[in-house]
């Protein structure tokens, strides 16, 4: 089974683990991220791990899926096409069916080949991407949850990931807001959950992101400031990387500002 299939699930079936004992009541509790509440931030992750899996069993249906997404972004509605999509769906239920769909759809994922193309609201993607892309906003939007919550969020080794994939998304970083692409791209050398040491790029003490992995996956995600993380971060290229850093999909967003996102 493809791996990170698994971590996707595995990712899921701990933010499930964490929520289940909620009250109905609890899913209207707030967040740091845009004022979304639980049921917020569950209801879009169901909706687009949906998407993802149609654009996986049913291209046709995912490409009037996307396309409707499209009319409703062009109108300003996206929040309600999705509030729409969930018709009433919300707390303990809609929690379940998230959850009992992202172990379906990770089998799923986990059997395809990871090299076959499917379709997204952007380029075409592969399998382990378009998965690899699902984990990190499951781990990115639950970060809210386990900061409302007052938990401290122990990570695995599964946000490798994540820290691929902020890698991988340096150029995308500027390309995305119309900025020349640097030449030089910064060394990153991360300790993992486990006290492993991630590396990335050419070796450099002038050039260079050393520090946390959490933390790291933290800034591409922009679920924290670098300012509220442990990166040491060196150099002019590295700097602006980090203050600009966004390793997903969709126009420019900028950091949430420092102090602003916390484990209350």
């Known amino acids: 089974m493809l791996q990170q299939a ?5 990712e899921s079936s701990a933010l499930y683990g964490l929520m ?3 009250s109905a009541d609890a899913f209207a509790t707030r967040t740091q991220f845009k004022n979304w509440t639980f049921n917020d931030i569950i209801g879009h992750l169901h909706m687009w791990n949906r998407a993802a899996d149609l654009s996986l069993t049913d291209e046709k249906a995912f490409q009037e899926f996307i ?13 309600q096409f999705e509030a729409r999509w969930l018709d009433g769906l919300s707390g303990p239920k809609l929690l379940q069916q998230w959850h009992e769909f992202a172990v379906e759809m990770s089998e799923r994922f986990g059997a395809a080949d990871p090299n076959a193309r499917v379709k997204w609201a952007g380029p075409d993607m592969s399998v ?5 892309a699902r984990l990190m906003e499951t781990w990115a939007h639950g970060l809210a949850i386990y900061d409302a919550l007052g938990v401290v969020r122990e990570d695995d ?14 150029g995308w970083t500027f390309k995305n807001r119309k900025l020349d692409v640097p030449s030089s791209i910064p060394y990153v ?13 050419d070796y450099s003490e ?6 946390n992995a959490t933390g790291f996956c933290q800034v591409v995600t ?9 990166l040491q971060v060196d150099g002019e290229v590295a700097r602006q990387w980090m203050s600009i850093a966004q390793c997903f999909a969709g126009p420019p967003e900028q950091p949430p500002a420092p102090g602003t996102r916390f484990t209350q």
């Open 128 to 132: 382990r991407s378009s998965i690899t």
């Open 67 to 79: 396309g409707q997404v499209f009319q409703a972004v062009a109108g300003g509605g996206l929040r």
């Open 189 to 201: 050398r991360l300790t993992a959950p486990s006290g492993d040491v991630w590396e990335w790029n």
């Open 20 to 22: 289940k004992p909620l």
């Open 206 to 211: 002038t050039n260079r992101i050393t520090g």
């Open 222 to 230: 922009q679920t924290r400031n670098l300012a509220d993380t442990d």
């Open 6 to 10: 698994i971590d996707f699930r595995d």
């Open 157 to 170: 080794d599964r946000i490798r990931n994540i820290a691929i994939l902020g890698v991988n998304t340096f």
